[in-house]
């Protein structure tokens, strides 16, 4: 088992930046590839970025892409999203996710997910 704690989340402005960080503990973590995905209010759980194990690849979502960064410290077992120039339509439920397979991209299968942080962007 691997648990996931999602942090960082919250009420910022269109424009501003936000950290979030995902906490994994359990297993070994660089033995997971990592994702981020968000859910808005009456929405589907999109895709918002992946990275590898080892955090040599990246994928973004168009949506994101040059405003959202992946990163990982394997050292603490954490994956962070740094998210840039947030707009409101970047409103949602933010998820960690974790997978066991070598390059899962957006479709996974994720196997293990965090409970989710709240970030709202106001206009």
């Known amino acids: 088992q691997v648990q996931l704690v999602e942090s960082g989340g919250g009420l910022v402005q269109a424009g501003d930046s936000l950290r979030l960080s995902c906490a994994a503990s359990?297993?070994?973590?660089?033995?997971?590839?990592m994702g981020w995905f968000r859910q808005a209010p009456g929405k589907e759980r999109e895709f918002v970025a992946y990275?590898?194990?080892?955090?040599?690849?990246?994928n973004y979502a168009d949506s994101v892409k040059g405003r959202f960064t992946i990163s990982r410290d394997n050292n603490r077992d954490t994956v962070y999203l740094q998210m840039n120039s947030l707009k409101p339509e970047d409103t949602a439920e933010y998820y960690c996710?974790?997978?066991?397979?070598?390059?899962?991209?957006?479709?996974?299968?994720?196997?293990?997910w965090g409970q989710g942080t709240q970030v709202t962007v106001s206009s």
């Open positions: 996710a974790a997978s066991s397979r070598l390059l899962p991209g957006p479709e996974g299968p994720y196997e293990y």
């Open positions: 359990g297993r070994t973590f660089s033995n997971y590839a």
């Open positions: 990275i590898s194990r080892r955090g040599s690849l990246t």
